[in-house]
């Protein structure tokens, strides 16, 4: 059989982000024109990847081969199902995040905004580089230059808490990633004469004869290596890289780099184990339950962060092994939820990191017990919260109901009631540390020394990002079907 032509599409895409970086870089001196590059390349991005849609959804796969340095071993793009879920999260909040980044730099006046925008668009060519990569080795090329092009955004304030965050940021990614998956990589191509993914999700590319022991051993070294999924112990650096301005923590939870980390690993668990090998290895419901801890003690942690961004910071590491754990219990509802969280998570989780955000910029305030009673004077920025909230809570009509009921349903047909429990307690969880924002946003009374005037909604640039992303989250709560559609093509 003929190899299929290659598809141009997917190297414009892979280009239109690495020219907006250099375009960034050339016009920094002109704040207008700089702004202007770094949206109209997310919105080409945008277009780019929506005009792959129709075909994949029609169940073709697009691949563009770029060059080969071993049999089995290349640089090659490749958009399916899986692809696109990633892809459209990826160059769609992009294009949020570019306009409410604009309101936030110039609302403070941050410094370094040309060095800024350039690496955001470039963590964007990394994670549209993850998304269409057609085998472990491209995958990883683009991994690794996912963590090195945010270092400097994570460091962006160039201070000594800055500087301590972006290098635990560094030093966890990269030396997990040598430590576990450069190896794994290796002996997974000694061992099968390829790291090219498979075609379905059942088989896996490891022969039938493979040693069993092995096999565990390099699923373990992958999951520990793409430690940007925050599955613990590897979780610490997220949290730190905080410290970073709130957009960066937007692209860092939502657009790039955690979702790097659990597209990743779930591309690997599917396309290179298979569930067929995950389950005749019995790797699948272990995993489920590993995962799980951090699920239920990430939830415990956040609980105890007065700090806005700490929490939903926790609260990240949480939801990432929803994920995972979806994908591990090898049902076809519980992989089907795990996938559709990179969709439903993103968007709700931007929304929530856009208004702490707003909040920042309106109030200067970090800290949830200083914001009693703003909901009555930032009622659109709190608003937004809520629902976002309520994403993350799984209550309908928000997206995350979608995930918490394949997860449920999934875990039943898995006669895996321990997980079942894990889920429910997770959910109160979730709401046990989201209510009392909004509680005490709307319901709580402002201290007498701290009156409301001069308090008021963040800048329109900030707050029409903060309602269209809130939005989205809602619509796919309620028309799920669209982005369902590429999970289901992946389960088959």
Same mark, same amino acid.
């Given at each position: ?24 870089? /050339? ?13 109209? !390349? ?19 796969? #697009? ?13 090659? #793009?490749?958009?399916?199902?899986? @692809? ?6 990826? @160059?769609?909040?992009?294009? $949020? ?35 269409? @990569? ?6 990883? /090329? ?10 400097? /955004? ?11 965050? *972006? ?54 070294? &992958? ?12 979780? %610490? ?26 597209? &990743? ?7 290179? +184990? ?22 239920? *003690? ?42 559709? %969280? ?12 856009? &208004? ?23 009622? +659109? ?7 976002? !909230?309520?994403?993350?809570?799984? *209550? ?27 889920? $429910? ?11 009392? $924002? ?16 001069? $308090? ?13 992303? &809130?939005?989205? @989250? ?19």
């Amino acid at each position: 059989m003929d190899a299929p032509a290659n598809d141009y599409r997917l190297l414009f895409a892979l280009l239109i982000p690495l020219v907006g970086t250099l375009g960034v870089m /050339l016009k920094g001196d002109r704040e207008n024109v700089r702004e202007a590059i770094s949206s109209i !390349s997310s919105i080409l991005l945008l277009l780019m990847v929506v005009s792959m849609v129709a075909e994949v959804r029609q169940g073709k796969t #697009l691949i563009f081969h770029m060059f080969s340095l071993l049999p089995g071993v290349s640089v090659t #793009l490749r958009a399916d199902a899986m @692809s696109m879920i990633f892809a459209l999260v990826a @160059s769609s909040l992009w294009t $949020i995040a570019v306009f409410y980044s604009m309101g936030y730099m110039r609302g403070l006046k941050e410094h370094a905004q040309t060095r800024f925008n350039a690496c955001f668009a470039l963590a964007i060519f990394g994670a549209i580089g993850v998304a269409f @990569s057609d085998n472990l080795f491209t995958m990883y /090329l683009f991994y690794e230059l996912v963590s090195v092009c945010t270092y400097p /955004l994570v460091a962006h304030h160039q201070d000594d808490e800055g500087y301590h965050g *972006a290098r635990k940021y560094l030093v966890y990614l990269t030396a997990t990633a040598k430590a576990f998956l450069l190896p794994a990589m290796i002996l997974i191509y000694v061992l099968t004469g390829t790291l090219d993914f498979a075609a379905t999700i059942t088989g896996g590319i490891f022969p039938k004869d493979a040693n069993s022991t092995l096999v565990i051993m390099l699923y373990i070294f &992958c999951l520990f290596g793409f430690a940007k999924n925050g599955v613990m112990p590897f979780h %610490h650096w997220l949290p730190g890289a905080m410290v970073a301005p709130t957009p960066v923590s937007a692209l860092l939870h939502a657009v790039a780099v955690v979702k790097v980390g659990v597209f &990743c690993t779930t591309r690997v668990m599917l396309y290179v +184990f298979g569930t067929e090998t995950m389950g005749a290895l019995n790797l699948g419901i272990p995993t489920a339950y590993f995962v799980g801890f951090t699920v239920v *003690a990430a939830s415990v942690i956040a609980l105890s962060k007065d700090n806005l961004k700490s929490r939903l910071a926790y609260s990240t590491v949480s939801q990432l092994s929803y994920i995972i754990l979806g994908v591990a219990l090898l049902t076809e509802p519980a992989i089907q939820g795990g996938l559709i %969280h990179i969709v439903n998570h993103a968007f709700s989780k931007i929304t929530l990191f856009f &208004c702490a955000g707003a909040i920042y910029v309106a109030t200067h305030k970090k800290y949830i017990s200083e914001m009693e009673g703003l909901g009555r004077t930032m009622p +659109f920025t709190f608003g937004a919260f809520a629902i976002a !909230s309520l994403s993350m809570i799984g *209550a309908p009509p928000v997206a995350g109901f979608i995930t918490k009921w394949n997860l449920l349903v999934g875990s039943v047909e898995a006669h895996q009631f321990g997980i079942l429990l894990l889920l $429910i307690a997770s959910t109160m969880l979730n709401a046990a540390y989201f209510a009392p $924002i909004t509680y005490k946003a709307f319901f709580g009374k402002r201290p007498e020394t701290e009156p409301y005037t001069g $308090i008021k909604e963040a800048p329109l640039a900030m707050l029409v990002p903060i309602l269209i992303a &809130c939005l989205i @989250s809602v619509i796919i709560g309620i028309f799920p079907q669209f982005m369902m559609h590429f999970v289901k093509v992946v389960t088959g």
